[in-house]
């Protein structure tokens, strides 16, 4: 075999280790937290750029290196600028979860892990909504099992699962469904998650021989304080 290049894929998940370790100098008592009704979780205020906060401008200058990276070296996008565009804490104590969801209204998200636990649940990512149906033969239970993934291989599978470790963060694009199972011990799973826009690099003049791969569209992003 020559090679194996997968095709399509449903989005790209990077992970970054933060050699600064930032998680000793976060202190959660300077940042107010909300429960969410009938849960175990709580999250800072909403519509609030947590991540612009003084005491975390060191973090904010390594996620924005990160998500350079990710940007030219990952995904290879054609662009001007990007932003945070929110960005919040989320403090999960036993039995609290995240349901499956996505990110709207953004291009490229992260989750940075600010304290976690041996034991704390992995965040897993599908390729589509659980819910949907594929129209062929399932395979899913024949797929051998990966010790890295711990479970089918990205290549073939459905859903992948991230070990949480704290000072690192996962990079992904904002419309892939991710979730976490309840936490199961006493030590609080605390992670800083943010969205971003990219304002795309406008080419000078538009390709007139093929204009289905011009664009279309103009549309500018603009960070609000």
């Known amino acids: 075999m020559k090679a194996a290049v997968p095709i399509f894929p449903a989005g ?12 000793e100098k976060f202190n959660l008592d300077n940042f107010k937290v909300e429960k969410y009704a009938g849960t175990n979780k709580y999250r800072s205020e909403k519509f609030k750029n947590i991540i612009k906060d003084e005491s975390l401008s060191e973090l904010y200058d390594w996620i924005n290196d990160c998500i350079k990276q990710y940007l030219d070296q990952v995904i290879y996008l054609k662009y001007e600028n990007f932003f945070i565009s929110e960005s919040w804490l989320n403090v999960n104590e036993k039995g609290g979860d995240q349901p499956i969801h996505n990110h709207p ?16 649940p992995p965040l897993n990512f599908h390729r589509t909504r659980p819910s949907d149906k ?19 291989h990205p290549n073939v599978s459905n859903s992948v699962g991230f070990p949480c470790e704290q000072d690192t963060m996962l990079v992904f694009q904002s419309q892939l469904y991710h979730f976490h199972n309840p ?17 795309f690099e406008i080419p000078e003049k ?7 791969n011009s664009y279309n569209y103009r549309i500018r992003f603009e960070p609000v304080d």
């Open 183 to 199: 936490v199961q011990t006493d030590e609080q799973r605390i992670s800083l998650s943010w969205n971003a826009l990219v304002n």
């Open 105 to 120: 209204n953004a291009i490229i998200s992260g989750v940075y892990y600010m304290k976690m636990g041996e034991n704390h």
């Open 134 to 152: 594929h129209p062929f033969i399932s395979l899913s239970e024949h797929y051998k099992s990966i010790p890295q993934y711990r479970g089918p």
């Open 206 to 212: 538009p390709d007139t021989e093929n204009f289905y």
């Open 12 to 23: 790209v998940v990077s992970i970054f280790e933060n050699p600064n370790k930032f998680s």
